[in-house]
């Protein structure tokens, strides 16, 4: 048999709740009228102790106010003292007295007060801004609003809002018993919800009170509505309101909902964008026109019309107009400049001040960042990755730095931040990628404090390893050819990789990941992780860190940290902190920067691998720079610096996928650094690393690289730290044939 709808408040897992709905609503409302009557029972509570009544019990003494002591005769049966209505009055007073010291307790004890609308301090928007003052982005605590006056808006506007909302907004006085009472039948006999709030409740609700669905709340939220509408007048509630409400996302009142929706201010509505804006009120993402089903939000503002028209605040003709009209939407756009810098700083900011301040502090942040530099570099990356797509790369990245300060002046993260399919809003200059060859300097320079020098001699030729519990590991160089002996310098300078790991194994794997964490790499946690091939990009980094380390090359061994904010101000403009430079930290002595330096910008140390007119070499500049491609083909570097100028590239895919085997450092990342360091080079003035005074210049024999002597053929000058230079000349014995080498292609 069907089974009436009625039974529904007697069923189910939430019936104690709907019993207690159920009773309770109608309860409150008698409980009110008691109260507003309870002067009128106070003579008859007097009268009632005043009586004197005579009550037929075996000798027994009783006292009541105002009553003679009396002895009483027993009388069988006993006549009832009360009638059965009178007690009935007697226990429903008590039970309304109980159930209003309740209500005083658990109610009123907490309940906020209706003046918070003109006292609350409205959160504050936190903003950020690049070096120039240009604005980046604003950080709200969810909010992002912009008050307007009612006097401003279109009468429409107000009466769309009234007629979808509360179209008896005034004819109550904050609460609405024929809206509560058919939100209560729907809910305990139809298992509808609906809203059973009025405009007033709803400021209430949103404004005063928590969003929790308990009899409690709506308590509260009915009480402090009439208190609001004695306080406030119709037009002030209405103007609060309509600044009050969401909208979706972070958009709350009416003036940023016309900007986002028609980039118009809210004073300009036409009658179906108010309509539609209406229509959003109950439930923004549902009946968003941007959302999963765009046609909803025309059904609800079809419905908002219609409302009008019965409520007689249009014509046919207006309605049906409006009907009609086509709406044109502003094209969505996300307000933020340097998105991966924004959010890296964001980060920064929310862990030194806390998220709350963040976001309702109004603080005024000013960054390091170019966003003039930021945004040609974004778009020189951009342009570049798609001319690499037949060498299945796909996203590319970009840091530039002032080494002398730490200062971040441009960060590009991807290609494309808001490209879902590559998922552009990854940082990839936060990202753990393998360096390949451009870790080579930190080996390398414990090589230079360890008795090497730029001169020195190193065997490229095969070897293989064999360490206890692993397999025979045998270095190959990237043009799988051996060079026979060949100067530090050449070898670092065209990236041989057979010198690089025998030079490793003299000094420890050890010695390298402590120079590392030196340097700025962050990442080289676990020891035991690493080998040989450490040496050649073994062991993840993140750009952010290549920058620091090359920033300690760049800045005469001195590490100086990455610095991406240089002032912070608090709503009061009190400065919170200042920063000129980030922390500076003395790694490497000024020579072996130098060296390392002077090889990296030495166009003829990297011909035999590159060319003598690859994208590494820039006339006229002096530019250090170092490529890196890893073995799997998975990731590419280019780094490179002037004294006040550094420049990291990478490129590669997100998803770790290997490029093509034609892909190198001249081809894939090299362009883009070329691009970036030209731009900035252009309007630069012409800078030169400064040779320290531990550095000399010494002329050695260019075949045996000792001092020259008689049989010498050839003469070049080479720069040593002092007292590293050959002691010893060359003699005849040591000139013998050299084969003749096939030329060798690019080499990383």
Request: proline share 7%; glycine share 6%; hydrophobic share 40%.
């Amino acid at each position: 048999m069907k089974k009436r709808t009625g039974q529904k408040i007697f069923s189910g897992k939430n019936f104690p709740q709907k019993l207690f709905i159920f009773i309770g609503k109608p309860f409150f409302l008698i409980l009110l009228f008691l109260a507003s009557k309870i002067e009128k029972l106070f003579p008859l509570f007097q009268k009632l102790f005043s009586l004197k009544i005579k009550i037929t019990l075996p000798t027994l003494k009783i006292s009541l106010p105002k009553a003679r002591l009396r002895r009483i005769k027993i009388l069988y049966p006993p006549k009832p003292p009360f009638s059965p209505s009178f007690l009935a009055f007697i226990l429903g007073t008590l039970l309304a007295f109980a159930t209003l010291y309740y209500f005083v307790f658990t109610i009123f004890q907490d309940l906020p007060s209706p003046l918070k609308f003109s006292q609350q301090t409205p959160s504050l928007t936190t903003k950020i801004y690049d070096r120039q003052g240009k604005l980046l982005y604003k950080i709200y605590k969810e909010q992002n609003r912009t008050p307007i006056k009612l006097s401003e808006l279109p009468d429409f506007v107000i009466k769309a809002v009234i007629s979808i909302e509360d179209k008896e907004f005034y004819r109550h006085r904050g609460i609405s018993l024929k809206g509560i009472f058919r939100a209560a039948y729907l809910y305990l006999f139809q298992g509808k919800t609906t809203g059973g709030s009025t405009i007033t409740q709803q400021l209430v609700k949103n404004s005063l009170l928590n969003s929790e669905k308990t009899l409690r709340r709506k308590i509260k939220e009915a009480i402090l509505a009439l208190l609001v509408e004695k306080k406030y007048t119709k037009e002030e509630i209405l103007e609060m309101y309509l600044n009050q409400v969401g909208f979706g996302g972070a958009t709350y009142g009416i003036e940023e909902a016309s900007q986002k929706f028609f980039a118009k201010p809210a004073s300009q509505l036409t009658l179906p964008q108010a309509a539609l804006l209406a229509g959003l009120i109950a439930s923004p993402t549902r009946f968003s026109p941007f959302g999963a089903h765009p046609e909803l939000a025309k059904e609800r503002q079809k419905l908002v019309l219609q409302k009008m028209l019965e409520n007689n605040y249009l014509t046919k003709d207006q309605y049906q107009q409006a009907l009609t009209e086509k709406i044109e939407f502003a094209p969505q756009r996300i307000d933020i400049k340097a998105p991966h810098f924004v959010m890296y700083v964001k980060d920064l900011l929310a862990q030194k001040y806390g998220e709350k301040l963040l976001e309702t502090g109004g603080l005024e942040i000013t960054t390091s960042l170019d966003l003039d530099l930021q945004e040609t570099a974004q778009k020189i990356v951009a342009e570049e990755i798609k001319k690499l797509g037949n060498l299945h790369i796909t996203n590319g990245a970009a840091l530039i730095t002032n080494p002398k300060t730490g200062e971040i002046l441009a960060m590009v993260g991807s290609k494309d931040y808001f490209a879902q399919d590559l998922d552009g809003n990854v940082n990839v200059t936060l990202s753990l990628r393998q360096p390949g060859s451009s870790i080579k300097p930190v080996n390398y320079s414990l090589a230079l404090e360890n008795g090497f020098t730029p001169a020195t001699l190193l065997d490229d030729s095969p070897i293989t390893y064999h360490i206890p519990g692993q397999l025979p590991y045998s270095p190959k160089n990237y043009d799988n050819r051996y060079h026979g002996l060949v100067p530090l310098r050449v070898a670092l300078g065209s990236s041989y990789n057979i010198p690089a790991v025998k030079v490793l194994a003299s000094l420890g794997v050890d010695k390298m990941i402590e120079r590392g964490r030196e340097m700025g790499i962050t990442t080289w946690d676990n020891p035991s992780r690493f080998g040989l091939s450490l040496t050649l990009g073994g062991g993840e980094v993140k750009m952010i860190d290549m920058a620091v380390v090359y920033g300690v090359l760049a800045n005469n061994g001195v590490r100086v940290d990455l610095n991406p904010i240089l002032e912070v101000k608090d709503s009061q403009g009190k400065i919170l902190e200042k920063n000129s430079s980030g922390t500076q930290t003395p790694v490497l002595s000024p020579g072996v920067a130098y060296l390392l330096t002077h090889i990296l910008a030495d166009n003829s140390a990297r011909t035999p691998a590159f060319g003598p007119s690859s994208q590494l070499y820039i006339p006229n500049r002096q530019v250090a720079v170092k490529t890196g491609t890893t073995q799997n083909l998975r990731d590419n570097w280019t780094i490179g610096y002037t004294p006040s100028r550094l420049v990291a590239v990478w490129v590669g895919n997100n998803d770790g996928s290997p490029m093509s085997w034609v892909a190198s450092g001249v081809t894939g990342a090299s362009p883009i650094w070329r691009k970036i360091m030209d731009k900035i080079l252009e309007n630069s003035p012409v800078e030169t690393f400064t040779k320290p005074e531990e550095v000399i210049e010494v002329e050695i024999c260019a075949t045996t690289n000792t001092l020259p002597c008689s049989s010498c053929p050839a003469i070049k000058k080479e720069l040593f730290l002092i007292n590293t230079q050959p002691q010893k000349p060359c003699s005849s014995e040591m000139f013998h044939p050299v084969p003749e080498k096939s030329p060798s292609p690019q080499i990383l």
